[in-house]
């Protein structure tokens, strides 16, 4: 099978090169044969126009062209294709281009008249094999002067799998990108399919006289469809870098979805159905005329789709000639089926017989996809030839859910046959990252297979793809052990030593504090915490055990206040104990405190004191060293220890991890502190927690940047600006940062003004105002939209 990365990556795209992809997806067990790049080099061709095209004054055969390349001026052009136009959009190659073969392109003189330039074919920029029989005409939307090979995005590679017979999950984008999803730990990403509302109460009868070979059948009437309507070049592309030719827009879509999803189709004309569509077993001595002109004598063993009076074609093999789609075509029957695989691969061989839908059904293909494919499928159609869908029409068992098979999965026969014992939450991450439904019992798990994994069948299954995802390469290899063994190094995870050497850098001081608090203390930070009360204390100030490290610094805090310290800062890592002694949490947290003035008193530095930015700061600091600082969010939130105020709630991939905040004044007072107090609280395991840092080629090409005031209400948080920001921004927006924010003269109570910046940079060519200036209507109309937010005049 043969796929697109792009394509791939369009569905999932991990941080990994092409080679690297291709190792990491072979190393899976699905073999990477070759990666070929989907278009010889060439350079110097652009999107251009033909603004006039007229007879050559001395040539039958030879155009005068001129030619709008988008810089400004047009420029003239001989051109010999019977198919050039005026009005046409092309590949245009300038002079000084070169094409596939080391072909350069000068000014030349043709029959007494000049041209400077050449008007390009498929097969000239090497995306067609054979001669082609004109130019390349493209698409009216084509933008003028863009360079043709980053808009047909040509820097692409087509990746090549050999595929063993057991893993035709993976003969599709869909299979495939699930796969390195899974590998990667990644969400995979297809295009939204939608149920397609018939606009007639047409159909057509569909019978199923043989359940065991076709368990379902799914079919749509589609009427009015123009088979003469020109396929759209990126799914011609698509198809070529796929190893398929573009037949017609009918053709295309069917072979389109089964790609994408791994659904095999067929349409069928309608004009040339009679009756019925019937799934029944061949009658002896039928004969069918098939596609590609070979005429088949059938028999009582192959599952055929017939109407009312003859077979139409062989199931999951091959159409008829007879009811294919051609010229003429005005309604079409589309169909969409489920196969058995035993009965597919033996009508196919006995016949000599090996298609792209047999391959699939061979292997087996999930059978809760025929409606999918079939909606997908006619959507295309839709939008492409036009049409009128009418309502699906089932028949077979496709309304009776598929029986999932469960399967046991034992702990002592994971670790005998691995030689190693996997973590058992790393066992059922794998298996429920694989689409199974898991189940611990007290030997092991049972785990309930998907539809589409038809390899699985037995333990050893299971087993096989725990080592698969986990890694082959990590499994252990039979050595004699030495008495001395390295400390493993995770390098995803952030060495608590480090983050305590963080927090000394920028001036803090580690405290080592009591894990028992005074139960007055504790109450009046947190006032509903609930955590065991000692038997026996040492005294009455530590009586209770600590459900947040903030009763402990807020003590050492007094404690230093009170002996004239006035500049303190303090971080603490520590167990704090929640709930009942019988049902005790005990997380491992981070926390931190700062009192005082910014700076060390000195003759440089003023006598600003410390706010919640400051500390904030410090935190943020703590968090980047993971090397994943996307994934925390600050929300505004209301602690009963932290000013209402000046308080956030601390998110890590959207799960409360954390607190900070200005104390609180009513405590400050009860306690009895004459300063104000910054502090946070972290949940240590996901502060240490982190990826290792990947690295992105920096961009030869220069920024775009364009800075917008927003106007929005006073209680609007920045950060929701920049989360639309980051939404509408595209695929180049490198970074959105506040700037500036103003209130006063000029924006109206209850009002302020923020001030963003935004940054696009692309890695391979200079970005123009016509990219990015949609991008910024669409982040001003969103946010309009969204928070009622104005651009400020």
């Given at each position: 099978?043969?796929?697109?990365?792009?394509?791939?990556?369009?569905?999932?795209?991990?941080?990994?090169?092409?080679?690297?992809?291709?190792?990491?997806?072979?190393?899976?067990?699905?073999?990477?044969?070759?990666?070929?790049?989907?278009?010889?080099?060439?350079?110097?061709?652009?999107?251009?126009?033909?603004?006039?095209?007229?007879?050559?004054?001395?040539?039958?055969?030879?155009?005068?062209?001129?030619?709008?390349?988008?810089?400004?001026?047009?420029?003239?052009?001989?051109?010999?294709?019977?198919?050039?136009?005026?009005?046409?959009?092309?590949?245009?190659?300038?002079?000084?281009?070169?094409?596939?073969?080391?072909?350069?392109?000068?000014?030349?003189?043709?029959?007494?008249?000049?041209?400077?330039?050449?008007?390009?074919?498929?097969?000239?920029?090497?995306?067609?094999?054979?001669?082609?029989?004109?130019?390349?005409?493209?698409?009216?939307?084509?933008?003028?002067?863009?360079?043709?090979?980053?808009?047909?995005?040509?820097?692409?590679?087509?990746?090549?799998?050999?595929?063993?017979?057991?893993?035709?999950?993976?003969?599709?984008?869909?299979?495939?990108?699930?796969?390195?999803?899974?590998?990667?730990?990644?969400?995979?990403?297809?295009?939204?399919?939608?149920?397609?509302?018939?606009?007639?109460?047409?159909?057509?009868?569909?019978?199923?006289?043989?359940?065991?070979?076709?368990?379902?059948?799914?079919?749509?009437?589609?009427?009015?469809?123009?088979?003469?309507?020109?396929?759209?070049?990126?799914?011609?592309?698509?198809?070529?870098?796929?190893?398929?030719?573009?037949?017609?827009?009918?053709?295309?879509?069917?072979?389109?979805?089964?790609?994408?999803?791994?659904?095999?189709?067929?349409?069928?004309?309608?004009?040339?159905?009679?009756?019925?569509?019937?799934?029944?077993?061949?009658?002896?001595?039928?004969?069918?005329?098939?596609?590609?002109?070979?005429?088949?004598?059938?028999?009582?063993?192959?599952?055929?789709?017939?109407?009312?009076?003859?077979?139409?074609?062989?199931?999951?093999?091959?159409?008829?000639?007879?009811?294919?789609?051609?010229?003429?075509?005005?309604?079409?029957?589309?169909?969409?089926?489920?196969?058995?695989?035993?009965?597919?691969?033996?009508?196919?061989?006995?016949?000599?017989?090996?298609?792209?839908?047999?391959?699939?059904?061979?292997?087996?293909?999930?059978?809760?996809?025929?409606?999918?494919?079939?909606?997908?499928?006619?959507?295309?159609?839709?939008?492409?030839?036009?049409?009128?869908?009418?309502?699906?029409?089932?028949?077979g068992e496709i309304a009776q859910p598929t029986d999932e098979l469960s399967i046991m999965l034992r702990r002592a026969r994971l670790d005998q046959a691995l030689s190693k014992v996997i973590d058992s939450t790393e066992v059922v991450e794998?298996?429920?990252?694989?689409?199974?439904?898991?189940?611990?019992?007290?030997?092991?798990?049972?785990?309930?297979?998907?539809?589409?994994?038809?390899?699985?069948?037995?333990?050893?299954?299971?087993?096989?793809?725990?080592?698969?995802?986990?890694?082959?390469?990590?499994?252990?290899?039979?050595?004699?052990?030495?008495?001395?063994?390295?400390?493993?190094?995770?390098?995803?995870?952030?060495?608590?030593?480090?983050?305590?050497?963080?927090?000394?850098?920028?001036?803090?001081?580690?405290?080592?504090?009591?894990?028992?608090?005074?139960?007055?203390?504790?109450?009046?930070?947190?006032?509903?915490?609930?955590?065991?009360?000692?038997?026996?204390?040492?005294?009455?100030?530590?009586?209770?055990?600590?459900?947040?490290?903030?009763?402990?610094?807020?003590?050492?805090?007094?404690?230093?206040?009170?002996?004239?310290?006035?500049?303190?800062?303090?971080?603490?890592?520590?167990?704090?104990?929640?709930?009942?002694?019988?049902?005790?949490?005990?997380?491992?947290?981070?926390?931190?405190?700062?009192?005082?003035?910014?700076?060390?008193?000195?003759?440089?530095?003023?006598?600003?004191?410390?706010?919640?930015?400051?500390?904030?700061?410090?935190?943020?600091?703590?968090?980047?060293?993971?090397?994943?600082?996307?994934?925390?969010?600050?929300?505004?939130?209301?602690?009963?220890?932290?000013?209402?105020?000046?308080?956030?709630?601390?998110?890590?991939?959207?799960?409360?991890?954390?607190?900070?905040?200005?104390?609180?004044?009513?405590?400050?007072?009860?306690?009895?502190?004459?300063?104000?107090?910054?502090?946070?609280?972290?949940?240590?395991?996901?502060?240490?927690?982190?990826?290792?840092?990947?690295?992105?080629?920096?961009?030869?090409?220069?920024?775009?940047?364009?800075?917008?005031?927003?106007?929005?209400?006073?209680?609007?948080?920045?950060?929701?600006?920049?989360?639309?920001?980051?939404?509408?921004?595209?695929?180049?927006?490198?970074?959105?940062?506040?700037?500036?924010?103003?209130?006063?003269?000029?924006?109206?109570?209850?009002?302020?003004?923020?001030?963003?910046?935004?940054?696009?940079?692309?890695?391979?060519?200079?970005?123009?105002?016509?990219?990015?200036?949609?991008?910024?209507?669409?982040?001003?109309?969103?946010?309009?939209?969204?928070?009622?937010?104005?651009?400020?005049?």
């Amino acid at each position: 099978m043969k796929v697109s990365e792009q394509w791939l990556r369009e569905w999932v795209s991990p941080a990994l090169s092409t080679q690297a992809l291709a190792d990491q997806v072979t190393m899976a067990g699905l073999e990477v044969d070759g990666i070929e790049p989907v278009a010889a080099a060439f350079s110097g061709v652009v999107v251009a126009k033909v603004l006039e095209c007229t007879q050559h004054p001395d040539a039958d055969k030879l155009s005068l062209c001129q030619v709008e390349d988008g810089s400004g001026e047009p420029v003239q052009v001989v051109c010999g294709a019977p198919n050039v136009a005026s009005g046409q959009t092309i590949a245009f190659a300038r002079v000084g281009a070169v094409l596939p073969g080391d072909f350069k392109i000068r000014k030349a003189k043709l029959r007494g008249a000049e041209s400077r330039g050449m008007i390009c074919s498929a097969s000239e920029l090497g995306l067609e094999e054979e001669a082609s029989e004109g130019i390349l005409v493209l698409s009216d939307t084509a933008p003028l002067g863009e360079d043709f090979r980053v808009w047909m995005g040509l820097d692409d590679h087509t990746l090549e799998l050999d595929l063993t017979p057991n893993r035709g999950d993976c003969l599709s984008v869909k299979g495939l990108a699930r796969e390195v999803g899974v590998l990667n730990r990644l969400a995979v990403t297809g295009p939204e399919i939608d149920a397609v509302a018939p606009t007639h109460s047409e159909s057509f009868e569909v019978r199923v006289e043989d359940s065991d070979g076709c368990p379902c059948y799914i079919g749509r009437l589609i009427k009015g469809v123009d088979v003469t309507a020109e396929t759209p070049l990126w799914m011609v592309e698509r198809l070529r870098r796929s190893g398929i030719r573009s037949i017609d827009p009918v053709v295309d879509v069917t072979n389109y979805v089964m790609l994408e999803l791994g659904q095999p189709l067929h349409a069928f004309d309608l004009a040339n159905l009679d009756g019925a569509v019937i799934v029944r077993r061949a009658l002896s001595g039928e004969q069918l005329v098939l596609l590609d002109g070979q005429d088949i004598s059938l028999d009582e063993a192959t599952l055929v789709i017939a109407d009312e009076k003859a077979p139409l074609a062989i199931a999951g093999v091959m159409g008829g000639e007879d009811s294919g789609v051609n010229a003429a075509t005005r309604d079409v029957f589309l169909e969409a089926a489920h196969f058995s695989p035993l009965v597919v691969a033996s009508q196919a061989r006995q016949h000599g017989l090996h298609t792209d839908a047999s391959h699939r059904f061979e292997r087996g293909v999930d059978p809760e996809l025929p409606r999918l494919a079939a909606e997908r499928a006619t959507a295309l159609l839709i939008a492409i030839t036009g049409g009128e869908p009418g309502p699906l029409v089932e028949a077979g068992e496709i309304a009776q859910p598929t029986d999932e098979l469960s399967i046991m999965l034992r702990r002592a026969r994971l670790d005998q046959a691995l030689s190693k014992v996997i973590d058992s939450t790393e066992v059922v991450e794998i298996l429920e990252r694989l689409g199974m439904v898991v189940e611990s019992e007290e030997a092991g798990w049972r785990a309930r297979v998907p539809s589409w994994r038809f390899d699985i069948a037995i333990e050893e299954d299971l087993i096989e793809e725990v080592a698969r995802i986990h890694g082959y390469n990590q499994l252990p290899s039979r050595r004699p052990q030495a008495s001395l063994s390295l400390k493993s190094n995770d390098e995803a995870r952030t060495p608590v030593s480090l983050l305590r050497r963080q927090m000394v850098a920028r001036g803090y001081f580690e405290a080592v504090t009591y894990s028992f608090v005074a139960p007055e203390l504790q109450r009046a930070l947190l006032p509903d915490a609930l955590s065991p009360v000692l038997a026996n204390p040492i005294s009455h100030d530590l009586s209770v055990m600590r459900a947040s490290l903030f009763p402990g610094l807020v003590r050492a805090l007094q404690h230093n206040l009170n002996r004239q310290q006035s500049r303190v800062r303090l971080f603490e890592t520590g167990l704090v104990f929640r709930g009942e002694l019988d049902a005790l949490g005990q997380l491992p947290m981070f926390g931190g405190l700062a009192c005082g003035p910014c700076h060390i008193e000195g003759w440089s530095s003023d006598n600003q004191q410390v706010d919640f930015f400051d500390v904030k700061g410090d935190l943020e600091s703590l968090l980047a060293m993971g090397g994943n600082p996307d994934a925390w969010r600050f929300e505004a939130a209301e602690h009963p220890a932290l000013h209402p105020g000046q308080s956030a709630r601390l998110l890590c991939n959207g799960e409360e991890a954390g607190w900070v905040g200005t104390l609180h004044p009513a405590v400050r007072a009860e306690l009895d502190l004459k300063r104000d107090a910054v502090m946070f609280e972290v949940r240590l395991d996901k502060l240490t927690e982190g990826q290792v840092p990947a690295f992105t080629t920096l961009s030869r090409f220069p920024e775009v940047r364009r800075d917008l005031a927003f106007l929005v209400e006073e209680s609007c948080p920045v950060q929701a600006l920049l989360d639309l920001v980051q939404e509408g921004g595209g695929e180049w927006l490198a970074q959105a940062h506040l700037f500036d924010v103003y209130q006063g003269q000029g924006v109206a109570d209850g009002y302020k003004s923020v001030a963003l910046g935004l940054t696009w940079q692309h890695p391979s060519r200079t970005l123009n105002d016509e990219e990015i200036n949609p991008l910024v209507d669409t982040i001003v109309e969103t946010s309009r939209q969204k928070l009622g937010a104005s651009l400020r005049a």
